[in-house]
């Protein structure tokens, strides 16, 4: 959509959904886009504000001129690699709508892997303590709240611009007063005797030299404190397995998110703290190595 291309002159130049579609999907994936239709109808969903099927039965309608400045903003956002999530800001996750914006990463299918085992966990606990560290968005504190409506959730980020976006969705879910945020370095904003049954993270588990290699989606626009995990990428989840001992109740469970590489080393990390027993690795649905399990020990 050059802006000589949005001026039409002839009636059969108007710039119609379908117009609008064949021009932004070419454009995407040429700057890119590996998923450029998916793409252009989510974007254009939003400038129209409908849901994306509708667009199929729309096809011939016209935009308003509100809603074609804006469609170009957003292609032009999305063409300097933008993720979609932050460019309509909200994405789906378990089943539920969250809103991101930058200062959150935006939730992955493959965490849901981490999700299934915790509610299989929690289900058969009465009022279980649940604590969520490096919560973001708030994608699995809220999502283990709504779940589990018996739990008590504690939810920790180190940034307090994420913690502030996991409030504004708890809200919107409704389980604002179930959940604690706390703001702080790991385990530091707890009381050093406070104890829960179940502790989950997804931390920033990624290579710092790797990071230069990932999607510009990625690399340039999510936030790099949920991305850099040090040098081999096992800072955080190093403190996290060391700290967590501490934490967890007598038989009480954590889950930890990891990159599928790191399983032998987390798993080995977990067995030489001498705390945890019954260590597992729990695979994603393209059977990747992606939770380890561990149970803290009597
Ligand atoms: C990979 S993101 C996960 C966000 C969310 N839980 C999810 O699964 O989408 C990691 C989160 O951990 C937070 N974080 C990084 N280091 C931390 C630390 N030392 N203590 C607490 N939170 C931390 C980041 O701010 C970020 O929100």
């Given at each position: 959509?050059?802006?000589?291309?949005?001026?039409?002159?002839?009636?059969?130049?108007?710039?119609?959904?379908?117009?609008?579609?064949?021009?932004?999907?070419?454009?995407?994936?040429?700057?890119?886009?590996?998923?450029?239709?998916?793409?252009?109808?989510?974007?254009?969903?939003?400038?129209?504000?409908?849901?994306?099927?509708?667009?199929?039965?729309?096809?011939?309608?016209?935009?308003?001129?509100?809603?074609?400045?804006?469609?170009?903003?957003?292609?032009?956002?999305?063409?300097?690699?933008?993720?979609?999530?932050?460019?309509?800001?909200?994405?789906?996750?378990?089943?539920?709508?969250f809103r991101v914006t930058s200062d959150v990463l935006v939730p992955r299918p493959d965490t849901e892997t981490l999700i299934v085992e915790a509610i299989e966990r929690l289900k058969s606990l009465s009022q279980p303590r649940v604590l969520?560290?490096?919560?973001?968005?708030?994608?699995?504190?809220?999502?283990?709240?709504?779940?589990?409506?018996?739990?008590?959730?504690?939810?920790?980020?180190?940034?307090?611009?994420?913690?502030?976006?996991?409030?504004?969705?708890?809200?919107?879910?409704?389980?604002?007063?179930?959940?604690?945020?706390?703001?702080?370095?790991?385990?530091?904003?707890?009381?050093?005797?406070?104890?829960?049954?179940?502790?989950?993270?997804?931390?920033?588990?990624?290579?710092?030299?790797?990071?230069?290699?990932?999607?510009?989606?990625?690399?340039?626009?999510?936030?790099?404190?949920?991305?850099?995990?040090?040098?081999?990428?096992?800072?955080?989840?190093?403190?996290?397995?060391?700290?967590?001992?501490?934490?967890?109740?007598?038989?009480?469970?954590?889950?930890?998110?990891?990159?599928?590489?790191?399983?032998?080393?987390?798993?080995?990390?977990?067995?030489?703290?001498?705390?945890?027993?019954?260590?597992?690795?729990?695979?994603?649905?393209?059977?990747?190595?992606?939770?380890?399990?561990?149970?803290?020990?009597?």
């Open positions: 959509m050059s802006d000589s291309e949005s001026t039409p002159s002839p009636a059969t130049d108007v710039w119609t959904v379908r117009r609008i579609l064949d021009w932004t999907i070419p454009h995407l994936k040429k700057h890119g886009s590996e998923s450029p239709r998916l793409d252009a109808e989510i974007l254009l969903a939003h400038a129209r504000s409908c849901q994306r099927i509708q667009l199929y039965t729309q096809f011939d309608s016209p935009l308003t001129d509100e809603q074609r400045t804006m469609m170009r903003d957003l292609v032009k956002r999305r063409s300097a690699a933008e993720p979609v999530a932050y460019l309509v800001g909200h994405r789906e996750f378990f089943g539920l709508d969520d560290v490096g919560t973001g968005s708030g994608c699995i504190a809220i999502t283990l709240a709504l779940n589990c409506r018996q739990s008590q959730v504690s939810a920790i980020d180190l940034s307090a611009a994420a913690l502030e976006i996991a409030h504004q969705n708890a809200q919107k879910h409704a389980v604002a007063d179930r959940i604690r945020f706390l703001h702080g370095d790991l385990f530091s904003p707890l009381a050093m005797d406070e104890q829960f049954d179940l502790i989950s993270s997804n931390p920033p588990y990624i290579a710092s030299a790797e990071i230069e290699t990932l999607q510009p989606d990625v690399r340039l626009h999510e936030p790099r404190s949920a991305l850099d995990g040090g040098v081999d990428g096992l800072d955080v989840i190093r403190r996290l397995v060391a700290e967590a001992s501490r934490h967890l109740a007598s038989a009480g469970c954590l889950l930890i998110e990891i990159a599928c590489e790191q399983a032998d080393a987390v798993t080995q990390l977990m067995a030489a703290n001498g705390n945890y027993a019954d260590i597992v690795v729990l695979k994603d649905l393209s059977k990747q190595p992606r939770v380890v399990r561990a149970i803290r020990k009597q």
